[in-house]
């Protein structure tokens, strides 16, 4: 079956006891491309995952994975696509070779030998292949969670915090594993707490807080949305109040104070903000500046924000 | 069927790979009856009235079967470690048939238990334990005892699979190894007080250990026991296909369910 979306989930609930981690969750996934879920712990992301792989059984909405029903066509869903996670994971006990092998014949391959020492050798594990997988360091194992998934050439791989815990090299090597998989036309849904991960790999952002999407869009169109944090730390107590007059007037947002660092900052959605001409307008307004910065705004940030602007809708 | 089949072989392989990957856990798993037979077998076998080499022939049967129902712990403690590692979730994302992984884990239990046995056997023979009757007596005796360890290790995976806790595995352990005590796996229960022996021979370690005792020539059936004990072939089936029928049943839904 053909259809433009490899993911589409509408409505999705679910609800553990007294918590509801998912509120009614909406995702479309083009094929083809990445899509990052982004959001802090406890957003629903997660569940998420584990609802869309079939491991957990969604109370209400609907979802189709690559097509099928995700309740009615469960093994249809499951041949079709790939999940790594903390939880979806390999055995310990097994070596890397042997876990392949058992993965590549439970996906019913003609060639499980072939197919595991193909998949060690593309992703830097065939040294290492027949130690317990119990001895990998903390990228190994995630090179090889990740390999396990991408056994039998999947449509959609939902990776759940790839990342988390890894060191910059390590992360780097997963980054470019996911690129590669976009290049030869694998759809893919990640899951990350890190704004400049879904910047990185992904086509289209879906920002989850508190069981719903919050907002969705390219990286770009995110960041203008969330805008950049702009910060002045100056000497005196006393010049706050006029440094807050220049931001106020270049930014347009709202300066609050940080009056333990004698600091004071603001969001701006303005991009033709630099860094030179923000020292050049405080310095005219005799502002002695200690320290200036324009950041992209922490997920923190962003969330505060984007609950701020609905609170205001709701009043409004 | 054939999917069943196909995958329950690829996970009875995992299973046999993990015990050749770490053999000396299996050969430990066995130093434990063969010590209690030593143990028991001299230090209890001169304390009571019957003498010490029949005793320890007396025993023998009583500590396979307590061995047998240490499935419960051991299903229990694989099932939760998959569960507790990501190696079950994982497996779930798989097309993978439902009950295989399951099948796979009891039936690899099974092998390991059948090999693990043997040396618990030569040390039996060594202490003066013989199979006193018949060969296929001899056969059905280990038989019945597989199909018991077969039966405690599926309850244990659904309990492992309910519980997903490696620590409440390890707790069970202390409970299961004192369900043999309340048995005549270790005793005769015929000087136990009225009450006690009523439980003590409902036990389903007794039945199994009475057939045993029977089938190897070891001990004769003892007098006025219980039903079970009392027909100890037919009480150790009736036992054994009781506990399959629930917790086959059980655990292949669990694991299919997961927690949600």
């Known amino acids: 079956m053909t259809t433009t979306y490899a993911v589409l989930s ?74 790594t996670g903390q939880y979806a994971s390999v055995d310990g006990d097994l070596t890397g070779r042997q876990n392949l092998r058992l993965f590549a014949r439970l996906h019913r391959m003609r060639a499980p030998n072939e197919r595991a020492g193909e998949l060690l050798e593309r992703f830097g594990l065939t040294e290492a292949a027949d130690r317990p997988a119990s001895t990998y360091s903390g990228g190994m194992r995630r090179r090889l969670d990740l390999a396990a998934s991408l056994v039998r050439r999947p449509e959609v791989l939902f990776l759940d915090e790839p990342t988390t815990g890894l060191d910059p090299a390590s992360r780097g090597d997963i980054w470019d594993a996911v690129r590669e998989l976009k290049r030869d036309g694998t759809t893919v849904l990640l899951t990350t707490q890190y704004l400049e991960e879904a910047d990185q790999l992904a086509d289209d952002i879906a920002l989850v807080d508190r069981g719903l999407v919050a907002h969705t869009g390219s990286p770009d169109q995110l960041k203008a949305v969330i805008g950049t944090y702009v910060e002045v730390v100056v000497a005196d107590p006393d010049v706050l109040v006029p440094a807050a007059g220049v931001l106020d007037r270049l930014t347009g947002g709202q300066p609050s104070f940080d009056h333990e660092r004698v600091a004071v900052g603001a969001v701006t959605r303005d991009s033709t903000l630099t860094l030179p001409r923000l020292v050049r307008e405080l310095d005219a307004a005799g502002v002695p500046l200690l320290d200036a910065s324009l950041r992209p705004p922490t997920l923190d940030d962003v969330f505060l924000r984007l609950t701020a602007e609905r609170e205001q809708e709701v009043a409004a | ?210 057939a045993l005792r029977e089938l190897f020539g070891n001990a004769p059936v003892p007098q006025g026991a219980a039903w079970p004990v009392a027909h100890p072939v037919a009480g150790s089936l009736a036992w054994c296909a009781v506990l399959l029928a629930v917790f086959v049943p059980l655990g292949v839904r669990r694991y299919a369910r997961g927690e949600g």
């Open chain 1, 10 to 83: 509408e409505g999705l609930e679910k609800r553990f006891g007294e918590v509801r981690a998912l509120r009614g969750l909406d995702l479309a996934v083009p094929r083809g491309t990445v899509c990052g879920v982004l959001g802090p712990n406890g957003a629903g992301k997660t569940t998420a995952v584990r609802l869309l792989t079939t491991l957990l059984r969604p109370d209400a909405g609907s979802a189709r994975v690559a097509g099928y029903d995700l309740v009615r066509e469960a093994a249809a869903v499951r041949r079709a696509i790939g999940v």
């Open chain 2, 1 to 210: 069927m054939s999917t069943l089949a196909y995958d329950g072989t690829a996970m009875l392989g995992r299973q046999l790979l993990r015990v050749r990957n770490n053999p000396a856990l299996v050969i430990l798993t066995q130093t434990m009856p063969i010590s209690m037979l030593l143990f028991f077998g001299y230090v209890f076998g001169s304390a009571l009235a019957m003498p010490g080499a029949e005793y320890r022939s007396f025993l023998v049967p009583g500590l396979l079967v307590a061995t047998a129902a240490n499935g419960i712990m051991t299903g229990m403690f694989q099932a939760a470690q998959d569960v507790h590692r990501g190696v079950t979730d994982r497996l779930r994302t798989l097309p993978v048939s439902r009950a295989a992984v399951p099948v796979g884990q009891a039936v690899a239990d099974l092998v390991v238990t059948a090999v693990g046995t043997v040396p618990f056997l030569l040390v039996g023979l060594a202490v003066g334990w013989r199979i006193e009757g018949s060969a296929p007596e001899a056969v059905a005796a280990v038989g019945l005892l597989l199909l018991f360890r077969f039966a405690c290790t599926w309850a244990g995976i659904f309990l492992g699979l309910l519980t997903r806790s490696e620590e409440a595995a390890g707790q069970l352990g202390s409970a299961t190894f004192m369900l043999p005590l309340l048995s005549n796996a270790y005793i005769p229960t015929g000087n136990l007080p009225g009450w006690l022996r009523a439980i003590a021979e409902w036990n389903p370690i007794s039945a199994l250990t009475t």
